[in-house]
């Protein structure tokens, strides 16, 4: 499964079952996946980058630890 685009917070996030990355004072930062996977929202790509722009891209780090990836 890819990582979902979404809203938690009014913040962007990035979200996959287990781990979630939100876009926090121009950085991406690690975040609680069960938080944003409760509370968060899930929008599709071209909605995220009407509300937040062009961002950073992801940590290389992001979602490797994913079998599916």
Not at 19 to 30: K, L
Not at 52 to 60: D, E, H, N, R, S
Request: proline fraction near 7%; aromatic fraction near 14%.
């Amino acid at each position: 499964m890819e990582p979902k685009f979404g809203i938690w917070e009014d913040l962007p996030v990035r979200w996959a079952p287990g781990e979630a990355w939100a876009f926090i004072n121009g950085e991406w930062v690690r975040v609680h996946s069960s938080d944003v996977g409760f509370n968060g929202r899930e929008i599709d790509q071209e909605s995220f980058a009407t509300l937040f722009g062009i961002l950073k891209t992801l940590p290389a780090t992001a979602f490797q630890a994913r079998p599916d990836r």
